[in-house]
C-alpha cells in the first residue's frame, strides 16, 4: 500500500520504480566491480559476463537468441536504430508505413526520412484505438521498406494486431518493428509468435532503471548503426556498455517472466475495480480503448464535462497524466484520443491511469474515492 503521506502512484506507463531485486542486482556494479566490460583482464571479464547474462535473460523473456538482443540508452534510441539503422542498409526502398498514434520515439524518426525524401504512410485506427489492418494492407508496395507499428498504445493501452500486420509486411519482401516498451512486464511478448524483425525495449516501463533499452534484430537482418565509434555490441551500438543499468535490465526481466501470469491477473482485477467504481458514481464516464484487447494495468478514461488536467490538478492526492509523458505538455486534447474519433470537447476529459505491482486494493479504492470527490467538485 502507498505511503497515506504520498500521492498514490498510477503512472506506471510514464515510469515504474526499481524492483527491490533489480536495485540489489545493481549495486556490486556501481562499486565494488567497475573493470571494462571489453578488457581482457579479470575486472572486465566480470563486467563482460554479467553483460551477457542480462543478454540471455532479456532473450528469453521476448523468445529470441541471445545474439540478437542489442542494448541500447532507452527505448528511444533503439526505434531511432530500427527505423533509421534499416533505411540506410537499404537505400533501393524509400516507403515506410506506420500509423497516427505512435510514440515520438517512432513518428519523429519517421518524420526525419520523410524529410529525406522518404515517403511515409500512416495507418489510422478505429474508435477503440486499433490500427486499421486493411489501410496497411493497402498501403503497402514493392517499394516498402518497413512497417513499423507500437505493440500497445502507451495512452489506451491498446493492443495491436502486430502478426498480422508482420505477415503483411512479409508477403511484400518489407521488414517490420515494433516498440514494445509498454507490452513487455504486462503481457507475453514473443517476436517468434508476432514474427517481427525487429522490437524495441525501454527499461523503465519494466522495473528497470532509465537509460536503458535494447533492440531485437532477427539475425540476417540488414542494418547499419547510427553512431560511429568502436566495435561494442558487434559494432552495432559502439560505447562503453552501462553494465549497472544492463544487469538492472535483465534482472527485471527475469522477473517479468517468472510471475507474468500471476502479476497481470492481480492488476487486471485491481484496473477493473477501479473502473467500477468510478463508473458507479459518475454519470456518464467512457472508457477511451478496447475494452478487451488492452494492457491489463490501463484504464483511460473520459470524465464528463471537465478538463483532465483540472482534475488532476484538483486531485493531489493522485499522481497520474492525461497522456503520454513524451509528448508535448498542453491543455489540448491527446491526439490519440482524437484520432479515435472522439470530440475534441470529450476527448479533452481524458485521463490516463496505469497500475503497477506496487498498488494495493486500498490505494484503488481511495483514488476512486478522490477522483469522485474532484469531479464533483469541478
Known amino acids: 500500500m502507498t505511503d497515506p503521506s504520498r500521492p498514490i502512484y498510477l503512472d506506471h506507463n510514464a515510469s515504474t520504480p526499481l524492483l527491490p531485486e533489480v536495485r540489489e542486482a545493481m549495486l556490486p556494479y556501481l562499486g565494488e566491480h567497475y573493470g571494462n566490460p571489453s578488457s ?15 543478454r540471455e535473460q532479456v532473450a528469453t523473456l521476448i523468445d529470441c537468441t541471445p545474439d540478437e538482443v542489442f542494448f541500447t540508452s532507452g527505448g528511444t534510441e533503439a526505434n531511432n536504430l530500427a527505423i533509421r539503422g534499416v533505411a540506410a542498409a537499404h537505400p533501393g526502398r524509400r516507403h515506410i508505413v506506420t500509423s497516427v498514434i ?70 511484400c519482401g518489407s521488414l517490420v518493428h515494433t516498440d514494445a516498451a509498454q507490452s513487455l512486464g504486462k503481457v507475453d511478448v514473443s517476436v517468434q509468435h ?38 561494442h555490441e558487434r559494432s552495432l551500438r559502439p560505447g562503453t556498455e552501462n553494465v549497472a543499468s544492463i544487469v538492472g535490465l535483465g534482472v527485471a526481466c527475469a522477473a517479468a517472466r517468472q510471475d507474468l501470469a500471476e502479476s ?41 464535462g471537465v478538463s483532465g488536467n ?20 498542453g491543455s489540448d486534447a491527446s491526439a490519440v484520443i482524437l484520432a479515435m474519433g472522439i470530440p475534441a470537447e470529450e476527448a479533452i476529459g481524458s485521463v490516463r491511469l496505469t497500475l503497477g505491482r506496487g498498488n494495493s486494493r486500498e490505494d484503488i479504492d481511495r483514488a476512486a474515492n478522490e477522483l469522485i470527490k474532484a469531479w464533483r467538485r469541478l
Open 40 to 54: 581482457p583482464h579479470i575486472y572486465g571479464r566480470i563486467m563482460h559476463d554479467a553483460v551477457e547474462r542480462a
Open 102 to 171: 505512435e510514440h515520438p520515439a517512432t513518428s519523429e524518426p519517421c518524420n526525419f526520412l520523410q524529410q529525406q525524401g522518404y515517403r511515409i504512410d500512416r495507418a489510422p485506427v478505429d474508435e477503440m484505438g486499433c490500427i486499421d489492418v486493411q489501410s496497411i494492407r493497402e498501403a503497402t508496395d514493392r517499394d516498402t521498406l518497413l512497417i513499423t507499428v507500437m505493440h500497445a498504445n502507451s495512452e489506451t493501452g491498446t493492443l495491436q494486431p502486430i502478426r498480422e500486420i508482420s505477415r503483411i509486411a512479409h508477403a
Open 194 to 231: 508476432e514474427e517481427v524483425d525487429l522490437l524495441s525495449v525501454a527499461g523503465h516501463k519494466l522495473y528497470a532503471p532509465h537509460g536503458v533499452g535494447a533492440l531485437f534484430v532477427r539475425s540476417d537482418t540488414a542494418i547499419e548503426p547510427l553512431l560511429i565509434g568502436a566495435g
Open 264 to 304: 497481470s491477473a492481480l492488476i487486471r482485477g485491481l484496473r477493473d475495480r477501479l473502473w467500477d467504481r468510478l463508473a458507479d458514481q459518475i454519470p456518464g464516464l467512457a472508457l477511451n480503448g478496447h475494452p478487451v484487447d488492452r494492457l491489463p494495468n490501463t484504464l483511460n478514461v473520459r470524465f464528463p
Open 310 to 329: 483540472a482534475l488532476l490538478a484538483a486531485c493531489t492526492t493522485i499522481a497520474a497524466s492525461t497522456g503520454s509523458a513524451c509528448h508535448e505538455a
